[in-house]
C-alpha cells in the first residue's frame, strides 16, 4: 500500500497515478476523507479519556450531591468514550479497505497507455529466416508431439482444456530447465526456496493479487486458502511481521513453484499447445532491500533474466511496460518476449517489476537502519516459466528433419545429449 503521509503531502500525484492506470480516482478523495475522520476520531477518543481519567480521580473525594453529580457526568462519558471508539474503529476500518483499492505510484518513466503501449527498450539477437533454410517451422506443439515430449490429448481427458503432461524429453527439458535456472541464480546469490502452493488470503492480499488480478486466482474456500500463481507471493510473504537488520540486505531468492491461474478473460486466445495454461513450474527471483536501492535492482534483474535468455540462444525484446498493464503492486515492469517463429512476434517469456514499499507495508516488513525502523523494497522477476521457454526452446531450435538442437547451457543436465530426436512411432 502506499504511505498515507504522502497522499495528504500531495494527492494529485496520487490521483495522476491512478488516472494513468486506468483505475477508480474518486477512491483517493474517498480515502482523505476516511482518513480525516479516523484522526479525528481519535483526537476525540483521547480527548475524552483524558477527561474520563481526570473524572475518576475527582470521584473518591467527592461526597453527597457532588459525587452523585460527578457519577452521573461519569456515566455520559463512558457512553461518549464508547461512541467515540466505535468511530475510530469505523474510520479506521474504512481507510484500511480503500488504501487497499490504491495501487503503488507509477514510475515516472513508464509509458502511459494499455497493453500495446509498451516501448521496446532493446532487441537482442536476430531470428532465423527459415525459408532462407529452406523449410517451414513446425510449432511446439507438433514439435513436442514428435518428440514424445508433450501431451495435451491426455491433459484435457484427465483436467480440461488448458492442461498438459510432458513426457519422456519433455519432462527431462523442464527438469533441466530448472536446475539450469537454479544454477545461474546460485551462481548469482540467490537463496534456492521451495515455496508452499497454498497460501493464506492475508499473503494473498498483501501482494496485490486479490485487486483486479482476484478473478485470475484460485481460492480454496472450504480451507481459506489460495493456489498461488506465482512463488513471489509466498517469498513476499516469508518475511511477513519482521525486522531485518540494513547489514543483512540485500536478501535474494530464488524460488521455485507449481503456479495456477485461471487465465480469466483469455477465451479463445493460445489454445494450441503449453502457451497459455493453467498449472506449470516456474523460477522467480525475488528481492528485499533498501528502498534508495530498488531501481538499480531492478535493473540487475533485468540483466539476470537477459543473462539467461541469452544462455538458451533465444532472439527476444525488452519492453517497458505501460500503465495500463502494470499490474496494482508494481510502479515498473520490464518484460522480456521471445521471438515465436510460428507466431511471427515476440511472445512474454520473463518479468521483472519494482514494487518499491508497497508490498512491504501491507505485509508488515520492516528494515533497522540505525535506530530507524522504516519499510523496505520488494522486487520479483521471473527466471523461468516452463512452459513458454520450452515453446520458444522447440520452435527456434528446431531442425528441418524435426529434431532439436540443444543449447549448451542445458547438456549436463541432460545427460550431454546436443539434439532432441523424435521417437519412433
Known amino acids: 500500500m502506499i504511505d498515507l503521509r504522502l497522499l495528504r503531502e500531495d494527492p494529485d500525484r496520487v490521483r495522476a497515478s491512478q488516472r494513468a492506470r486506468g483505475e477508480d480516482v474518486d477512491v483517493v478523495d474517498a480515502l482523505l476523507s476516511a482518513d480525516e475522520r479516523r484522526r479525528s476520531s481519535g483526537v476525540r477518543f483521547d480527548e ?107 491433459g484435457a481427458k484427465v483436467s480440461g482444456s488448458r492442461f498438459y503432461y510432458l513426457t519422456g524429453v519433455g519432462a527431462l527439458l523442464e527438469l533441466a530447465l530448472v536446475n539450469a535456472a537454479i544454477t545461474q541464480a546460485t551462481a548469482a546469490g540467490f537463496t534456492p526456496v521451495l515455496t508452499p502452493a497454498l497460501v ?9 493479487f486479490l485487486g483486479q488480478a482476484s478473478q485470475d486466482v484460485y481460492y480454496l474456500e472450504k480451507d481459506d486458502f489460495y493456489l498461488v500463481g506465482t512463488s513471489e507471493v509466498p517469498l513476499a510473504a516469508y518475511h511477513m511481521d519482521e525486522i531485518i537488520d540494513a547489514e543483512q540486505l540485500p536478501l535474494r531468492y530464488a524460488g521455485f513453484s507449481p503456479c495456477f491461474r485461471r487465465e480469466a478473460g483469455t477465451y479463445g486466445k493460445d489454445t494450441r499447445g503449453i502457451f497459455r495454461v493453467h498449472q506449470f513450474d516456474k523460477v522467480e527471483m525475488f528481492s528485499y532491500i533498501a528502498p534508495e536501492d530498488a531501481e538499480a535492482e531492478h535493473h540487475r534483474l533485468l540483466e539476470w533474466e537477459k543473462q539467461w535468455l541469452n544462455s538458451l540462444e533465444l532472439p527476444f525484446q525488452v519492453i517497458d511496460t505501460a500503465t495500463g498493464d502494470l499490474g496494482s503492486s508494481a510502479s515498473r515492469k520490464f518484460d522480456c518476449e521471445a521471438w515465436i517463429p510460428t507466431q511471427g512476434k ?80
Do not use: W
Not at 49 to 59: C, D, F, N, V, Y
Not at 395 to 420: F, I, K, T, W
Open 346 to 425: 515476440y511472445r512474454e517469456l520473463t518479468s521483472t517489476s519494482n514494487c518499491d514499499e508497497f508490498q512491504a507495508r501491507r505485509l508488515s516488513v520492516r528494515m533497522r537502519d540505525g535506530k530507524n525502523v522504516r519499510p523496505l523494497a520488494t522486487l520479483n522477476g521471473t527466471l523461468c516459466a516452463v512452459p513458454r521457454t520450452i515453446v520458444a526452446l522447440l520452435e527456434n531450435h528446431q531442425q528441418a528433419d524435426g529434431s532439436v538442437r540443444v543449447p549448451e547451457v542445458l547438456r549436463p543436465y541432460l545427460g550431454g545429449r546436443e539434439v532432441l530426436e523424435p521417437v519412433t512411432k
Open 200 to 208: 493464506k488470503p492475508r499473503a494473498m492480499e498483501g501482494t496485490g
Open 48 to 154: 475524552l479519556r483524558s477527561e474520563q481519567k481526570a473524572l475518576g480521580k475527582l470521584i473518591p473525594k467527592a461526597s453527597g450531591e457532588e459525587k452523585a453529580e460527578l457519577l452521573k457526568k461519569a456515566g455520559e462519558l463512558a457512553a461518549a468514550v464508547k461512541a467515540a471508539d466505535a468511530e475510530q474503529d469505523e474510520a479506521a476500518a474504512e481507510t484500511q479497505r480503500l488504501l487497499l483499492r490504491i495501487g503503488n505510484l507509477v514510475h515516472p518513466d513508464v509509458p502511459r497507455g494499455g497493453e500495446d503501449d509498451f516501448v521496446v527498450l532493446e532487441t537482442v539477437g536476430t531470428p532465423r529466416d527459415f525459408a532462407a533454410e529452406g523449410f517451414e517451422p513446425k510449432d511446439h506443439l507438433e514439435l513436442g508431439q514428435a518428440l514424445g515430449a508433450i501431451d495435451v490429448e491426455r
